[in-house]
Structures are given as C-alpha cells and as structure tokens.
C-alpha cells in the first residue's frame, strides 16, 4: 500500500531556492506531493510555510524519502515528543537510533522543543540529566544514556542564503578555475575580518602541498599575527614545515631553485628524528633546533593544533595521534567559537574536519584539482564553498589582504 506523510518546510524557503530544491528530493524519488497549506511572507524579513503532503510506494520508500527530505528542512507535522531508547553497551547504539546532520537540529522533549548543543553530522543524540541534547559520537556513548531512535520529534533547519545582497553569489554556480581570483580572495579576507571582529576563530586546516607551493611563510605570518586560531594538519604538513625551516627544502627539493640535492629525499626523515630525540615539537623550538614557519609560530604563540596521523606516516613526529579516534576527540574539543574554517590543499584532512564540523561554520576549500573541492560538499558539507586556484597564490594574496 502506498504511505503519506505530511512535511513542513519553513523560513526563507522561495530565494534561498529550499523549496525547489525539496520538490526536486520529491520528484526524483518518484514520490508525489500535494500542496496542502501555503503562507509566502509578504516582506523580505517574513518567512514562508508549506506543508506537503508526500505520497510514496510504501512505508520503506516514504521512510528513505523523508530522511532525506529532512536535510533541506522538511519536518513532519506531528507535535510528539522524541523516543528515547538506553544504551546497553559502551560504544553501542540501539538499533534504530536517529543519525545526526550537521545542521542546527532541536529535539522535542516533554513538550518543548530543545536547541541541540552542537550539531555534528553521523552522530547520536544524547539526552543528558540537565534536558540538554547533544550530539555524542558512537564510541563516546556509554551503557544508561538515553539515545534518540526514530525521527519523530527531531527536526532541523536548513541553511538559507544570506538576506540581501550575497557577496559570494558568483560563487553560487558550480565550481571552476574561471573565478576571479583576486576579487574572490579579498571577499574571503572580508568575511574573515567580519568573524574576527565578533569574536570568532579562524580555523587553517593544510595539506603538505602548503609547503611545497612555498605557502608556507604567508601561513606563518597569519598565525603570528593573531588571524589563524586554530591549524588541523598531518604528519605530512608538520615534517615538511620543519624540514624547509631547518634544511631549507620541501620533500627534499629545495624551495629556492628547485633542484633536489644528492640525498635529499631523506631530508624530512632526518627531521622527524630529530624533533623524536627532543620528545616533542615545543621541545625542538625550546632546544632552538626549530626557529622558524608554522609549527615554530604555533608554538611560541599557543595556538592549538592537532596532527591527525594515518598508516602511510613516516615516524611520525611525536605530537602526531597515531589513533585517528583520539585524534578526532581533539579536533572537536578545539571546534567551540570556530567561525571560519579554511581547507588549505588538503583532501582526507579536509573531509575529516568536514564531518564534526557545524553547518554553520563558513568553510572555504582551496586546491588547485577541481574534483578536491568539491568533495567536502559531496560527503555532506553542504556549507564548504570551493575555490580552485593554486594554494600559494591564494595564501600569499589573503595574507596581503589581512596583514598590515
């Protein structure tokens, strides 16, 4: 038999295209929709209401439907307090448990709806003893919490686009090398100035080819000077940041003329045993082996970062997790107050900071492959805007732009 559902999607749903993009969901589900109830604000501050009627083949097909549905803000109707099931094993869900997005989601308990903390995408929600929700990995769950199951009572709400003029509308087409660079770059210094002067942080997350484009100065310069709060990295990132500052090269090439020296593939293994026979990278820049580049100015101004190591690593150097569940746990708690986040020529560790990140958060992805940057947005961030250009080019402009 076939299943309906009423849905509502509300807010500035007509120029932030939600609606049509949750008619679009509808259709090429090869469901059916009726119109059941239409408000269209009057004003450009008023916001819209729909409610649908979706009629799909059965209760599976409506189920995947409505799931999907519910990423661009399309809540059901019903006003019924979420269901709670308790965990019976550490790291264990119930079956059935409601799997997060990264979008500001509330959860209806005892008949009021309830802001969740902090939303992150692929994780449970969690009701603490206070009446606060939030959102709670698999592996942090523990045996007495109460985990949401189902989709009743949970709703979200999607993101819409700025009110007024939008200063990155030319961005709104699909990705390309055909953008203006300089314009682009001096909109992005913009919005990271606009953050910093409301109080919010600024999140660098690099890939090695930082370093190897010569970028490495400029990022150096951002963190010294107070714009980059935060930097996620790789083993690969940090060893050739001290490499170029203590051997002068990247990867074993020298970052003057080019030329790769009699040896010189070893460069970044010499390096990464040295900073292991001074225990740590505070412990290099303290003994004054390390004098200079990003993890020098990391260190001597006390901003966090996280290496996250995979199995491909060399060494690694000592400050790397080498257990990518801990170091995952490290990269949320340092998320709190991010406003901007900056994808620097950086692939898995992109994607990977992707997934705990708020939707909320704006994320710009800078590589010079096409297919890079937008593969954030594929694997659910839907908030990452891309930029193709070359990383070098785009830091040393940004700098330009943000420094005096």
């Not at 969901?25 to 501050?45: P, W």
């Not at 090269?249 to 009699?262: A, I, W």
């Not at 958060?361 to 891309?386: F, M, P």
């Amino acid at each position: 038999m076939r299943a309906a559902e009423v849905v509502e999607v509300e807010g500035h749903i007509i120029d932030s295209l939600i609606l049509a993009k949750v008619l679009d969901v509808i259709v090429d589900a090869g469901a059916d929709y009726r119109m059941v109830d239409v408000q269209i604000g009057r004003t450009n501050v008023d916001a819209s209401r729909v409610r649908l009627e979706i009629t799909a083949e059965d209760e599976d097909a409506l189920g995947a439907l409505l799931a999907e549905l519910q990423i661009h803000g399309a809540n059901r109707v019903a006003d019924v307090d979420a269901v709670t099931e308790t965990a019976d094993v550490d790291g264990v869900l119930p079956e059935g448990f409601y799997s997060t997005t990264n979008l500001p989601t509330q959860v209806r308990m005892w008949g009021h709806w309830v802001d969740v903390d902090n939303p992150e995408m692929d994780c449970a929600l969690v009701v603490r003893p206070d009446g606060r929700v939030r959102t709670v990995p698999m592996h942090r769950v523990r045996i007495g919490d109460p985990v949401v199951v189902g989709r009743a009572g949970v709703r979200v709400q999607a993101l819409e686009r700025p009110r007024g003029a939008n200063p990155f509308e030319f961005m709104n087409s699909d990705v390309s090398s055909e953008k203006p660079k300089e314009q682009l770059v001096a909109r992005v210094a913009g919005r990271i100035k606009a953050a910093k002067a409301t109080g919010g942080k600024v999140l660098a997350v690099c890939g090695p080819a930082v370093i190897h484009t010569g970028a490495g100065p400029a990022v150096a310069d951002l963190v010294r000077a107070g714009v980059i709060d935060v930097l996620f990295a790789g083993n690969g990132f940090a060893t050739h940041d001290i490499e170029s500052n203590v051997l002068g090269t990247s990867l074993g090439v020298p970052l003057g003329d080019g030329l790769p020296p009699e040896g010189g593939h070893s460069n970044h293994l010499r390096v990464i045993n040295e900073v292991r026979r001074r225990v740590s990278i505070a412990g290099a820049v303290a003994d004054g082996y390390i004098t200079g580049g990003v993890m020098f100015e990391c260190v001597q101004h006390n901003v966090p970062f996280v290496l996250g190591g995979s199995v491909r690593d060399d060494g690694p150097l000592p400050d790397v997790y080498t257990d990518v569940v801990e170091a995952a746990d490290a990269m949320r708690a340092l998320l709190p107050g991010v406003a901007v986040a900056l994808m620097l020529a950086s692939t898995l560790h992109a994607i990977a900071t992707g997934n705990v990140l708020p939707a909320g958060v704006e994320t710009y992805c800078v590589d010079i492959n096409q297919a890079v940057v937008t593969k954030l947005a594929d694997r659910g961030s839907h908030q990452a805007l891309g930029i193709v250009t070359d990383v070098g080019l785009f830091v040393s402009t940004l700098a330009h732009h943000l420094l005096p």
